[in-house]
């Protein structure tokens, strides 16, 4: 049997190269004990990182090529949120034992998508034990011009990208170990296993945006963050809330109520869509006018969604409300992915 | 019960500070998508990830705060080893269930080993899922700095930091769930769960070594990688091999042989040590003349346990020899950790 370092050798050594322009950055890549990063005046680094274990963040039925491409996808998304540049990663696989064509095909994923992002593999860690992934990567930003969480301001737009509820829709597609033959299936099955970082729109809004954040665990709850950490509250409108044709002929496949659907929408994760907040005049800048719906240079939609507001003095704690078309509070039946 | 995001504010808080030298450096930590670190002109980063999973890594019978000790010191193990100061770490905890006491003590744990070495945790992902940790460790070296692993010439002094095999031998006593009683016993435990990442020696290394790794897998395995990269081999000498006498001690209670013992010393992980590869001139410039033992400035033994040689021509791809008291090769039962 090949050895640990022989298999690493073999099936991520193709990682280890990168997009030309970026070459110059990575001084030493797997190999050593650390990856060594040059010094770069006038960039900030930005760093995350991201664990799927299996049956909890993606059921056995996934492909190894699948799981490979999600795992990176979805930290790429945390670079995307801030405006950043993804540059290289690192990966730390615990596998139940060695399989090599497990690997072929899981190195396979990660070289399509580290090749599409132009990113480079610099280190990792392979250990033995229940199969789970933890993806750091690394970008950088022109330095101090990252897209943080705090900046909402009370009158600003609230904007998501995409739609919303597909990728959970696919989720569950996949659980019901059914095929998907009609080509709106697989739309939502390919919304689960790739996520598309939103990398182009997050570099965009570096110029705009006010604050900005991925949906990972639905827009409720992690617009919930952007409010925490901006000292503001938001509204979302119900009936503004973009919901693809794939999801909503699912939902009323599987006979939800169209509040369900909307719950779905906004309280399940995995979108990977970004969620961000603007003000009125940039969003004018940025869309050169465009009303609610923008659709940006690659063809992606943004839509309005919501507005931020100023805390109430006597707040009840509720940091996004989601009206319905009267003005009227909703109330959905989740809030949020919970981690346990 | 509260929920991840709450438990994760309210026991790793504290853990976001760090020393005022390199706060700095750190524009945001935990608690936006990525963390970000400016750009610091005049240093290289460098980047090491570590994954710890249960019943591989360490046994049940750890402590949470002894856990959280080992798992950090193993990766500024990997710092040391390549010369670097360290900055900041990011952790990605799989949790079985939300047990508060159990993040309580890991979380302390965590906290005293980055107040220890001034360190500051800059982000994370808290997941469910069978017991694993992964840590990656961030730190600088003057640009152009780090100690590689491919700078051994034939020539060079082999030498390595403390002593061998101790870490093993506290796993041992650890499994076996007996008191450790005897002052020796705990010694060795100590050796398993605190291993010191030996960061000053690294640092005063840059200035002299040729080469370094730090030792996880055994110095035969680790002290491979060396001479995989240099293109060169090594010879270890038995009789120079660093053995404490609290291992000594164990190794005859257990009646292992010398031979044994010393397989043990050479082919076991844990210990965190360093394994460098120094000049004769460098080595006496560095230990101001000292022949093949040397305190270093913290009172740390350092010994000449072997050389670099040129690969023969007609090499029998055997990267590591062990030669006996007479020069005749030592052949050892075991050559390394396998992870697989």
């Known amino acids: 049997m090949a050895s640990e370092f022989e298999l690493i050798y073999q099936y991520f050594s193709d990682l280890g190269r990168c997009a030309q322009d970026k070459a110059d950055w990575i ?19 930005l760093h995350s990182v991201d664990t799927l274990v299996q049956g909890i963040h993606f059921p056995e039925a996934i492909s190894p090529e699948s799981l490979a491409q999600r795992a990176l996808a979805v930290n790429l998304s945390d670079l995307a949120a801030m405006g950043a540049e993804p540059v290289a990663f690192t990966l ?16 396979r994923g990660l070289q399509n998508t580290s090749a599409e992002y132009g990113i480079r593999l610099i280190g990792g860690d392979t250990t033995r034990g229940p199969l ?3 993806i750091s990567v690394m970008g ?13 301001k009370p009158g600003d737009w609230v904007c998501v990208s995409g739609h919303l509820g597909d990728a959970q829709a696919g989720l569950e597609l996949l659980q019901s170990n059914r095929l998907a033959k009609r080509k709106d299936e697989r739309y939502l099955l390919d919304r689960f296993h790739q996520p598309s970082p ?18 990972s665990d639905g827009v409720v709850a992690d617009l919930g963050h952007i409010c925490r950490q901006s000292e503001c509250v938001a509204e979302l409108w119900a009936d503004a809330v973009p919901l693809s044709q794939p999801y909503t002929k699912y939902c009323a496949a599987q006979g939800y109520s169209s509040l369900d659907r909307l719950t779905r929408a906004l309280t399940h994760g995995d979108d990977y869509e970004l969620c961000f907040t603007i003000s009125a005049d940039a969003w004018r800048l940025c869309t050169s006018g465009a009303d609610k719906l923008w659709l940006s240079e690659e063809g992606l939609p943004v839509t309005i969604i919501g507005k931020i507001l100023a805390p109430e003095p006597s707040g009840t ?17 989740s809030s949020g992915y919970q981690h346990f």
Chains 1, 2 share one sequence.
């Open 27 to 45: 001084v030493a890549g797997v190999g050593d004990d650390c990856a060594i990063i040059a010094s770069t005046p006038g960039y900030d680094w």
């Open 198 to 215: 939103r990398l182009s729109l997050g570099r965009k809004l570096r110029e705009f945006a006010s604050a900005a954040i991925d949906i």
């Open 92 to 107: 730390a696989l615990t596998l139940p034992g060695c399989d090599e064509g497990w690997l072929r095909q899981f190195a």
């Open 140 to 152: 950088v930003v022109p330095s101090g011009r990252a897209v943080r969480r705090n900046g909402a």
């Open 132 to 134: 789970s992934i933890t």
């Open 317 to 333: 704690g509720v940091l996004v409300r989601v009206l319905d078309e009267n003005d009227a509070n909703l109330s959905l039946s």
